[in-house]
């Protein structure tokens, strides 16, 4: 990848255009986040800047490999795999960098650290981004980069999504009602939201580029670890040899990236993954069906109604 920064009256500009833009502050966060609506998605002010400037800038090449998913969806889990996948025949389950970085500082984000990415890619990048499918870079979209797209048990995500930001901005559930919370997500309101339009953009340009977006579910990557964790190195160019399958190479791989394993290391426990975000919040529980400890049968109606009807027709099971 390549990219230039633009110069400093280019970056005023960006900033006074963002003060143009739809705001809408979340209620359940006292007033500790501000959101705002740029393409259709919401997201927070710094955010939104390094995305125009990605927009403007980046110029992707046909080798780089793009993580996509909307947050909370299995994204650190994902990363980790995909970076022991393509550097196994430099580092094992003893000597790995994800025993001392955190996956985020392995694979950066695009819309978050832009130059990081752009310094530290070589000829072929893997690269991560929350971003929705229509506001990604042109020139990713004109290279016909590979793209993987992970989602999750829309339950989960919100479950996740609340405790991530509620812990962000430092506030104890009882001054964060989740209840409040919900009625948000359920509106749209949240980082890169709304949901179901995030992976409706994916899914559609999926059925267009089959041969570069590969889905992946979260729950079926937990239910059967070696059968997906084949199929994503395939897709990604890093397939499994005959000889590296009956070495155990696979099951190395995913016991290393293990829920159990990375949340227990040092490095996961401590430390920022940026200046909001400690790195022990991406690993709270990594369970299914924690959403059956905060939803009332309310919610469930609810939110059940909203993915059958701005879902219900591509197939996937959100539920």
Request: with cysteine; proline share 4%; charged share 25%.
């Amino acid at each position: 990848m390549e990219a230039t920064r633009t110069q400093l009256g280019y970056a005023r500009d960006i900033e006074e255009m963002i003060k143009t833009l739809p705001q809408h502050t979340c209620s359940w966060l006292k007033g500790k986040s501000t959101l705002f609506k740029y393409q259709d998605f919401w997201s927070y002010e710094e955010i939104i800047k390094e995305v125009v400037l990605a927009q403007q800038s980046l110029k992707a090449h046909p080798t780089d490999v793009f993580l996509c998913s909307y947050p909370k969806s299995g994204t650190t889990w994902l990363k980790a795999l995909v970076f022991a996948i393509i550097t196994r025949e430099k580092f094992d389950e003893s000597n790995s960098p994800l025993l001392t970085t955190m996956p985020h500082n392995c694979i950066p984000f695009l819309e978050v650290e832009l130059e990081q990415t752009i310094a530290s890619q070589g000829n072929s990048s893997f690269v991560a981004t929350h971003l929705p499918y229509n506001s990604l870079p042109k020139s990713i979209l004109a290279s016909n980069c590979k793209m993987v797209y992970i989602y999750r048990n829309v339950k989960d995500v919100i479950v996740s999504y609340y405790h991530m930001a509620r812990e962000a901005v430092k506030l104890p559930m009882e001054d964060a009602p989740f209840e409040e919370a919900f009625d948000e997500f359920y509106h749209g309101f949240s980082v890169y939201g709304p949901h179901w339009d995030h992976i409706l953009g994916y899914w559609k340009a999926s059925m267009e580029r089959r041969e570069i977006i590969f889905f992946l579910k979260y729950e079926d990557l937990k239910k059967e670890p070696s059968i997906n964790v084949k199929k994503l190195a395939e897709f990604i160019g890093y397939p499994f040899t005959i000889e590296e399958e009956k070495a155990g190479v696979i099951e190395s791989i995913i016991k290393l990236c293990s829920f159990e394993n990375l949340s227990n290391l040092e490095v996961n426990k401590n430390g920022y993954a940026n200046e909001m975000i400690e790195n022990r919040l991406f690993f709270r529980k990594a369970k299914d069906e924690d959403w059956k400890n905060y939803f009332t049968d309310e919610m469930i109606e609810k939110i059940d109604n909203l993915i059958y009807e701005k879902l219900g027709a591509i197939g996937l099971v959100l539920k």
